[in-house]
């Protein structure tokens, strides 16, 4: 048996312990044999499985994956040897664009030596064997988002596996809107472990032999220059998670953007939140928590990290225009954007605009009307709007912006 199994095996039996003296502490009784076998059936189904070897080798295949992996523009405000994390719980918390989020920020770990983080995911993403096995392999965990606050015992679950996870030293990622934001904005971050988190460490933190001292939430921005999931997201922006088959997904990503498509991927690291500092400055919720307000802070700083493509623009001044025109000429268009690029440069906080390598107005348009978002006229001197939904939902991206730094 591998050294990586044989911890999965340490993790699993850990969280029964802890499993079982939690309850014992509500009924003055113990799991008998059976009943802690069921437990770690169960805790099994949850925890995450991380094979070396498998994260190693997507390090090299990530070009024949992802071809956007020479065109991420990192900017991190973080020393990661500062994070100390044998002394602190270490918690990653990006914004949620696309189901390949977490492949991005996994090869961006390795590339600067740093361990894949057990990572929060929804029990769509473990549709069937296939990519039940890919996403354990990469460090996800499966969360029921509908059982979490209600169900006592799979709370408990929950609960067990990620602290036996954090006194194994695994550092933890969430993705706290839950899941991708169908409009293009920035969604509300959700208290979601983050309370469980909070609970683990004061129980711990006067643990002399754990000697574990503070929680570290590392604030992660994220965006796309084009979103491989965009069709699937804009089909309908009321839908809910739906079930996805990663191995499709990657087939699809094919058929649907090329290399030449997505032209840029940010990922912005950003300053971390103490957890004894904001409590030494903050008054807690009602319930005692703080949880609810470090999220607030989180996001924050993810939004202050958010860049704009310079792609995006194009959709907000089509956007615009769409309101007004059928047929909107490409003249009134070129004009608009030159006025929408200039209002954003001298916006007073500053969002950072990236404009991505060899990009040209004419090429973006035309690879608008290759995917049907737009179609030309016969002279091409004016288009029309294909795909509203999916102009409103890059349009938001700069719009939600603007809207977050006025407040």
């Known amino acids: 048996m591998s050294r990586k199994k044989y911890r999965l095996r340490d993790i699993l039996n850990k969280a029964a312990e802890l499993y079982d003296l939690d309850q014992f502490s509500k009924t003055s009784q113990n799991l008998s044999r059976s009943q802690l076998k069921t437990i770690k059936k169960e805790l099994k189904d949850i925890a995450a499985n991380k094979k070396n070897p498998l994260i190693k080798l997507t390090k090299f295949l990530k070009p024949l994956i992802l071809p956007t992996d020479k065109r991420i523009t990192l900017e991190s405000h973080l020393d990661f040897s500062q ?9 990653y918390m990006p914004n949620h664009k696309s189901h390949l989020d977490e492949f991005m920020l996994g090869f961006t770990f390795l590339e600067n030596k740093l361990s894949i983080p057990i990572t929060a995911a929804g029990e769509n993403l473990f549709k069937n064997r296939t990519s039940n096995f890919i996403m354990k392999s990469y460090g996800a965990f499966k969360i029921r988002r509908d059982k979490y606050s209600e169900d006592e015992h799979y709370s408990r679950l929950l609960s067990s596996y990620l602290s036996a996870s954090v006194l194994a030293g695994e550092q933890i990622m969430s993705f706290q809107e839950g899941t991708r934001p169908r409009d293009g904005k920035i969604g509300l971050f959700r208290k979601g472990i983050i309370g469980t988190i909070e609970k683990l460490f004061n129980n711990i933190k006067d643990n002399p032999e754990l000697e574990i001292e503070d929680i570290i939430f590392v604030p992660i921005a994220i965006n796309w220059s084009e979103n491989p999931d965009e069709k699937k997201i804009t089909i309908d922006t009321n839908t809910k998670a739906e079930d996805t088959d990663l191995i499709k997904r990657f087939i699809n990503l094919k058929k649907t953007h090329s290399s030449r498509d997505i032209r840029g991927v940010f990922i912005g690291i950003g300053e971390p939140v103490s957890y004894n500092q904001y409590i030494a400055s903050h008054n807690p919720a009602e ?11 989180v996001r924050s700083r993810v939004v202050n990290m958010m860049p704009i493509f310079k792609e995006h623009l194009l959709y907000s001044s089509i956007q615009f225009l769409s309101k007004y025109n059928k047929h909107i000429k490409v003249e009134d268009f070129q004009q608009l954007l030159l006025v929408t690029q200039k209002v954003i440069s001298n916006y007073e906080d500053n969002i950072k605009v990236i404009e991505t390598d060899g990009f040209s107005v004419e090429d973006r348009l035309e690879l608008m009307a290759k995917r049907d978002i737009i179609k030309f006229s016969e002279d091409k001197l004016s288009f029309d709007v294909l795909n509203p939904n999916l102009i409103d939902y890059y349009a938001n991206h700069v719009t939600s912006l603007t809207e977050e730094r006025d407040r």
């Open 287 to 297: 319930n005692g928590s703080y949880a609810i307000g470090i999220c607030n802070q």
């Open 83 to 91: 994070l100390h994390q044998k002394k602190n719980i270490v918690m």
